[in-house]
């Protein structure tokens, strides 16, 4: 059971460039989000889906897109990376039910845009 | 506004010392609490759900006061392997609930 993976762990861009981070979740959860987080910030919430075909926008959607084709699997697209877009990227998966259950958290992928 | 907002600290403190967090929420419809740990360059892990009539845990004791709109952490007997950023989590009503994170609370224990 390796609950919540990421791919890759970092990654180093030019601007313009495009990439896809993978998270995959082995718990069979409804619930997956997708997270940046800078230096002194908490973590702010890009994109967000609660099943399997759905994704809704977080609080800093611009430039990122996600799909949620598998249940278990949560994609991050970035189309054209600008240096503003170098952040630490969490994953995180719960059950479900209205946010009342616990997070599970992926390692993280460090990307810098350069 | 800030939706959830914390003191970021650092708190230093010695062993031993207990230690208290307070964040505050905006939206006073907002359901489900959490406190995380997020150690240097980690993910964040659940440290505790926050329930309305406070729950404990080992050395950890949390609280909600809705009635002014925040929730506590307390820690006793501080350890220094306590030392870590804490992350409150509040799920705010939206299209769905939506955790929503806090800046965090840096801890630092020190001999």
């Known amino acids: 059971n390796a609950g919540v993976t990421q791919t890759p762990k970092f990654r180093v861009l030019k601007t313009g460039q495009s990439m896809t981070l993978l998270c995959a979740q082995d718990m069979n959860h409804e619930y997956m989000y997708w997270y940046r987080q800078d230096p002194g910030m908490g973590l702010r919430l890009i994109h967000y889906?609660?099943?399997?075909?759905?994704?809704a926008k977080g609080e800093v959607p611009d430039g990122y897109n996600v799909s949620r084709l598998k249940k278990q699997n949560f994609l991050l697209g970035l189309e054209s990376a600008a240096p503003s877009q170098t952040s630490v990227y969490f994953c995180?998966?719960?059950?479900?039910?209205?946010?009342?259950?616990?997070?599970?958290f992926g390692p993280g992928t460090r990307l810098t845009v350069t | 506004r800030k939706e959830v907002e914390q003191d970021p600290g650092p708190f230093n403190v010695p062993e031993g010392a207990t230690v208290a967090f307070n964040c505050t929420y905006s939206?006073?419809?907002?359901?489900?609490f959490f406190w995380y740990r997020q150690d240097c360059r980690k993910e964040p892990k659940l440290l505790m759900s926050v329930y309305s009539s406070g729950n404990e845990d080992g050395r950890f004791t949390a609280q909600l006061n809705r009635a002014s709109q925040y929730i506590s952490l307390l820690i006793r007997d501080s350890k220094l392997s306590d030392s870590a950023t804490y992350l409150c989590v509040v799920n705010i009503p939206g299209g769905s609930y939506i955790p929503t994170f806090g800046r965090g609370t840096s801890l630092i224990v020190h001999p």
């Open positions: 889906s609660v099943g399997e075909g759905t994704t």
């Open positions: 995180a998966s719960s059950q479900g039910d209205r946010g009342s259950y616990e997070q599970y």
């Open positions: 939206n006073s419809a907002s359901q489900s």
